[in-house]
């Protein structure tokens, strides 16, 4: 080859490897390149020119399913770096990952295009630059397999606040439940729902929907999410139940064990509109003893006055006669002929104009029984007179006797 041809490549090898080292570079960096589902992982991309940039470049926005990827409040700084004794300017961008679930991901690569300021004073120069993200793997770290859902933070509470009085209500009366869960290290979207509507029966229940937010701390780029459900509940009779505790278990990303959250459960007790609903057996047996006393109490009052009032009765019966025609009636249908001489004895006292009636039907019953009677004379027919003339002498509601009827077979 002649030197001539040889010193024009040279010239054009060394032109090229100059240009190639004059021109902009762009690094990748992964704080970790694996993970586990929620734990955040950042990706700095640092783009550097010979002289300074004069115009931001245009960063992508990535989207990826199981990827959460968003930007921290400070996501690009301006930064400096000294290469081949040449200091060179640019610009870090970083993005905050949050795997969603067990895989291999890698973000998609695209283009950036750059304008910087001529080393050699001429108009300002472009370039496009590769975008090429590293691939992160992440997997369900060992001992944490059962956990369903999965959830990582660097910490993870939960509270709650109750509004009103579960314990003292009455029907109609309501209460409130509000459950917050607060996720460090992690996003919110892993927090699964923290209640429901199911509640004890005569308890209604009314969910209102839920508040959920992520935000960065600035100072530390550290991601905090917050969930927070609210449920009132509405007695509408006699309740006594509980609404159960509310529990999450969770992989610390600390120290690799896993963890528990929890709050209490609460106790409902409802009084319904009967007098005896919702009361405790303390209160049942307190209300029973005050009930048997209050009746023995009344037993013991109105005895004496019923007692005088059932002897006023038989008192106007007597008088009245008419305890004498039930005895007589009672002898009669009994056919005991002396009971019905003795009770007519008594009823002569009382009515004596009503029991001469009787004496047609006694006279044929008193032949009947001394066999005085004529032959084939029939004693049923002689008792059954006898029963139809005490009979017409019914006492009235008045207890008058009745108008004495003609006496059968004269």
């Not at 067990?102 to 001529?118: E, F, M």
């Not at 308890?203 to 609210?230: I, Q």
């Amino acid at each position: 080859m002649k030197p001539w041809l040889l010193s024009i490549a040279l010239w054009l090898f060394t032109s090229v490897m100059a240009m190639a080292a004059d021109s902009p570079k762009i690094e990748f960096k992964l704080s970790n390149e694996k993970a586990v589902p929620g734990e955040s992982i950042s990706l700095f991309v640092t783009i550097l020119v010979p002289t300074w940039m004069t115009q931001p470049p245009d960063f992508p926005e990535f989207d990826q399913p199981n990827l959460s990827v968003t930007l921290p409040a400070r996501s690009s700084l301006a930064v400096s770096q000294v290469i081949d004794g040449q200091t060179w300017s640019g610009v870090t961008r970083e993005y905050l990952i949050i795997p969603l679930a067990p895989g291999s991901y890698r973000l998609p690569a695209g283009q950036i295009k750059v304008a910087y300021k001529n080393p050699d004073g001429g108009d300002d120069l472009q370039a496009t630059l590769d975008l090429a993200p590293p691939p992160i793997s992440v997997g369900t770290p060992k001992g944490a397999e059962g956990l369903n859902p999965f959830i990582a933070a660097r910490d993870l509470t939960l509270t709650q606040e109750i509004e009103g009085e579960p314990e003292k209500l009455r029907a109609g009366d309501a209460f409130s439940r509000t459950v917050t869960a607060t996720i460090e290290g992690s996003t919110v979207m892993f927090i699964p729902q923290l209640l429901n509507t199911r509640s004890p029966e005569g308890l209604a229940a009314y969910a209102d929907a839920h508040k959920a937010r992520d935000a960065t701390d600035p100072r530390t780029d550290e991601t905090t999410g917050t969930r927070s459900e609210r449920v009132t509940y509405v007695a509408e009779s006699g309740v006594r139940g509980t609404l159960p505790a509310v529990t999450l278990r969770w992989y610390d990303l600390d120290d690799g064990t896993i963890k528990t959250s929890s709050v209490d459960a609460i106790k409902v007790h409802a009084r319904g509109s009967g007098p005896l609903t919702g009361t405790s057996l303390w209160e049942k047996l307190l209300i029973l003893v005050a009930t048997a006393l209050g009746i023995w109490l009344l037993f013991q009052w109105a005895r004496p006055k019923v007692l005088a009032l059932q002897k006023q009765r038989e008192q106007r019966a007597r008088t009245s006669g008419k305890l004498a025609w039930q005895q007589l009636q009672t002898a009669c249908v009994a056919r005991d002929y002396p009971a019905v001489l003795q009770a007519l004895s008594e009823y002569k006292v009382r009515q004596p104009a009503s029991a001469k009636t009787l004496q047609p039907a006694l006279l044929t019953l008193g032949a009947s029984q001394y066999g005085l009677a004529s032959p084939g004379a029939n004693p049923d027919a002689a008792w059954q007179q006898l029963a139809q003339a005490i009979d017409a002498l019914k006492p009235a509601a008045t207890g008058q006797p009745q108008a004495a009827l003609p006496p059968l077979n004269p």
